[in-house]
């Protein structure tokens, strides 16, 4: 196997197009997370991203985008946003993870969404957890036909809410692609002010991560396009969600709504709207994330399986951060993983960004 380590911000046509037809031939390889788009979008606004070409007999059959520090402590790409990561490779490849980390100059390497299939990485998954799906059909008829079929149970209740909505407010009407940036901006209003309610790490305050979203607003590319999905009544946008989606896989990213609706439902209005119009659009899969939410147990179809862990080879520097990581990592997950722990920590969460919303606004995104 000859690696090769490549920058992604000039990775060449031909490399591209190999990239894609990897992704091609395997469906666990379709997410628009994996694509060459969003790891150069991060490599864009984010220091140390390069990828990882590998070659049998001189042609590239697998694909390792990766951020490495000077340390050479290295993350899978986007980690803390990409729900889906994987060396992505053609059918039957197989590669040495020592080998892999040594081309790349890394001591250790961390993932949190890895893909179940990525064999070689099994004896450094130190978790697998469950990731819920929605598998979408095209359905006939309009939304409220094929929301009765899909949802029996959820189909009164939603239709009756959206009803109401469309009373008390406007005319209801969904965008499944809406090109306006104006409402992308009021989305990480929403998204940034619901972080703050909940306690919860204000993505937005960071400048790279809202520039990241920008950029990836303007990709319009087969295997990753940035589509802003939002629900109107009337003129007024009550709740949205922007993602990146493949030919086949739409990933369920940014969800926000305007607050003054909470009684309507319009997170659940929002998914619901969002799942109909990507079946009719071609989309077959929503993976909604690896995490706990009453709305995906309501929603997915089945669930995959993604691991979480630290591929290292010796050197101290891996020691190091074995030593730092796996402690909070565990922790973390014995609190998601318990409701007895979950719900009190999420309650102290809660009343933490109300404290922090009464002491003031943060800088907005």
């Known amino acids: 196997m000859d690696i090769t380590i490549h920058g992604l911000g000039g990775l060449s ?30 490599a864009r606004f984010r220091g140390g991203a390069q990828v990882a070409v590998l070659r049998e007999g001189g042609r590239p059959v697998g694909f390792f985008p990766y951020e490495r520090d000077s340390f050479g402590v290295g993350r899978a790409i986007g980690l803390g946003l990409s729900d889906c990561q994987a060396l992505v490779h053609r059918p039957g490849v197989v590669w040495d993870t020592a080998e892999l980390l040594k081309a790349c100059r890394l001591a250790v390497f961390e993932f949190d969404h890895l893909v179940e299939e990525q064999k070689p990485f099994g004896a450094h998954v130190t978790g697998t957890f469950a990731s819920p799906v929605l598998d979408l059909t095209a359905g006939e008829g309009g939304y409220a036909e094929w929301l009765r079929g899909a949802y029996p149970g959820l189909a009164r209740t939603t239709l009756k ?29 929403w998204k940034s002010a619901q972080y703050r309610r909940t306690g919860r790490m204000d993505r937005f305050a960071r400048p790279w991560i809202v520039d990241l979203v920008d950029h990836l607003f303007e990709v319009r590319e087969e295997h990753c396009t940035g589509v802003l999905s939002v629900l109107y009544a009337g003129d007024r946008p009550v709740a949205a969600h922007f993602g990146p989606t493949s030919r086949t896989v739409s990933a369920a990213w940014f969800t926000a709504y305007d607050p003054e609706f909470r009684y309507y439902s319009p997170g659940m209005l929002m998914h619901l709207r969002l799942a109909e119009a990507a079946g009719r659009h071609g989309v077959r899969v929503m993976d909604m994330g690896r995490g706990e939410k009453e709305y995906k147990d309501r929603l997915k179809t089945r669930e995959l399986r993604v691991g979480e862990g630290f591929a290292t080879r010796p050197h101290p520097v891996a020691a190091a951060h074995r030593m730092w990581r796996r402690p909070v990592r565990g922790l973390r997950n014995t609190v998601l993983a318990h409701p007895g722990l979950r719900e009190p920590a999420d309650r102290l969460l809660k009343a933490v960004g109300t404290l922090r919303t009464s002491v003031g606004p943060r800088r907005p995104a």
């Not at 190999?18 to 150069?40: G, I, K, Q, T, V």
């Not at 959206?162 to 009021?186: A, N, Q, S």
């Open 13 to 42: 046509d031909p490399l591209r197009e190999a990239w894609h037809r990897a992704m091609d031939e395997s469906p666990e390889y379709a997410n628009p997370f994996l694509a060459p788009e969003f790891a150069a979008g991060v």
């Open 161 to 189: 809410k959206e009803r109401r909505l469309g009373r008390d407010v406007g005319e209801m009407r969904f965008v499944y692609d809406e090109r306006d940036p104006r409402v992308l901006r009021t989305l990480m209003r």
